[in-house]
């Protein structure tokens, strides 16, 4: 029974934030405009580009994108709004929310930015499904780390600052595999390999996830 | 509200045997005798230096985030200043560790940084508890910090693991151990060198963890500044 109560709660709250951020669609535009105009300064800064440098571009821009946007859907919040959710939502069902509407968001703007780097700079990748698979598990990494990055910095007196300087670090092993897996959808050779870094990948999400269900009550409390 | 208490110090023996391993290693470490390979040369006692503080360094930051998880569980500020020296100290050998790894990589492999993975997965390690002292020095709330700090300290901890334990595993690197390379069993043939490696080990360990308690104590004495420190 509690747990039912307890996943409608989640749910209704997971429709709400959606809802939210659907409302204020000059947020999610902010982060699709940044992407654009990143992709369009580096076709003009990076020409010719080769496929590693399109990678790489790529992953960089992507984690740019992910800390804008993890970081404005906490800390843009009002105070009152905030103060609300936490008295009425438990931290677990707030962060599994959290991670869902990122990840859901995040798997949008790093769908948006291949096409658009596609458009402009060419599109080296020679494995399409590999690089979805890449996004699918990559989007969850970054947004796991960085929401608990940024509610962590909450309250810090400089939240904008902490952001990165916390958050580089934490991201480079999940960078690496990314990176690696992508790394083979570009070359598109046979999917050996493969299976060894998405395996990492699933571990690494699953191993966030469950840190954040220990840690984030604590980040809640107040 | 009252003072924090500081912590213990700690028992003599304890010290004395810091100093007493830390005495035969280096001892040992420079003038005992080592199997002659080829490449390594001399340079195989860096064993006795470098591999100390890469495990010091484990068991320190362990440690931290013990107390991270106790500060969390019980909220004595006491569990909090453990966890911060040990993050230092860590820190502290973890730097040490780097560097006389650089020195010995210059002999053998021939450069300082040659962007080997386990080179860069400690470098970032480096970086993960910087960032956690930053962290630190930005909240002006005691309680806030503390609490902030040990959720990002036992954060830090488990992304620390796949760095150093499973990332470099992936690819191939030129550390001993690692793609081929002979790692430390190859090397004690007759086990000498495990006499003198697993000493230092340990008294390294020792000292970090009395250097941590020292740490610990003087943060607590200077928190509570207005009262006379002779009071104590």
Not at chain 1, 23 to 40: E, I
Not at chain 1, 144 to 151: C, E, I, K, R
Not at chain 1, 186 to 205: E, F, I, K, P, Q
Not at chain 2, 164 to 181: Q, V, W
Request: aromatic content about 14%; hydrophobic content about 55%.
């Amino acid at each position: 029974m509690k747990q039912a109560a307890f996943l409608r709660r989640a749910l209704a709250l997971l429709g709400h934030d959606a809802r939210r951020e659907t409302r204020q669609a000059q947020a999610l535009a902010g982060s699709l405009l940044y992407l654009v105009a990143g992709v369009f300064a580096a076709q003009l800064l990076l020409r010719p580009v080769g496929p590693a440098a399109w990678l790489t571009f790529y992953w960089l821009l992507v984690l740019f994108v992910s800390i804008y946007t993890v970081s404005r859907s906490f800390l843009g919040q009002s105070r009152g709004l905030h103060l609300y959710y936490r008295v009425s939502v438990p931290g677990v069902a707030w962060w599994l929310t959290k991670v869902m509407t990122g990840t859901l968001m995040l798997w949008v703007l790093m769908g948006f930015c291949a096409v658009l780097m596609a458009l402009w700079m060419g599109y080296p990748i020679q494995d399409t499904g590999l690089f979805v698979l890449t996004i699918f598990l990559g989007a969850p990494m970054l947004v796991t780390v960085l929401t608990l990055v940024s509610a962590m910095s909450q309250g810090a007196s400089q939240p904008a600052q902490l952001m990165p300087v916390l958050g580089f670090p934490l991201l480079v092993p999940g960078l690496l595999l990314v990176h690696r897996l992508s790394k083979l959808a570009l070359d598109g050779l046979s999917w050996d390999l493969v299976w060894t870094y998405a395996g990492a990948m699933v571990g690494l999400n699953l191993m966030l996830l469950a840190l954040g269900v220990l840690l984030f009550p604590f980040l809640w409390r107040d | 509200m009252n003072a924090p208490l500081a912590p213990k110090s700690l028992h003599p023996a304890i010290k004395w045997m810091a100093v007493l391993l830390l005495f035969y290693s280096f001892l040992m470490g420079w003038l005992g005798d080592v199997p002659r390979k080829v490449i390594l040369n001399e340079s195989v006692r860096n064993l006795y230096f470098h591999v100390p503080m890469w495990f010091g360094m484990l068991l320190m930051l362990l440690g931290s985030a013990v107390y991270s998880v106790r500060y969390l569980l019980f909220q004595q500020f006491t569990d909090d200043t453990q966890a911060h020296s040990l993050g230092l100290v860590g820190l502290l050998f973890g730097f040490l560790g780097l560097v006389t790894g650089m020195v010995w990589a210059q002999f053998t492999w021939g450069a300082w940084w040659s962007g080997d993975p386990k080179q860069n997965a400690s470098a970032v390690g480096l970086l993960l508890y910087l960032a956690y002292m930053v962290l630190r020095s930005s909240f002006e709330d005691a309680q806030r910090r503390a609490r902030m700090a040990a959720v990002y300290n036992v954060l830090a901890f488990f992304c620390l693991i796949p760095l150093l334990f499973i990332l470099p595993r992936l690819t191939d690197s030129l550390h001993p151990g690692n793609g081929g390379n002979p790692g430390f069993s190859a090397y004690d043939l007759d086990g000498r060198m495990r006499w003198v490696f697993y000493p230092a080990v340990l008294g390294w360990t020792l000292t970090g963890w009395w250097l941590a308690n020292l740490w610990a104590r003087y943060r607590t004495l200077t928190s509570r500044a207005p009262l006379p420190l002779s009071k104590s």
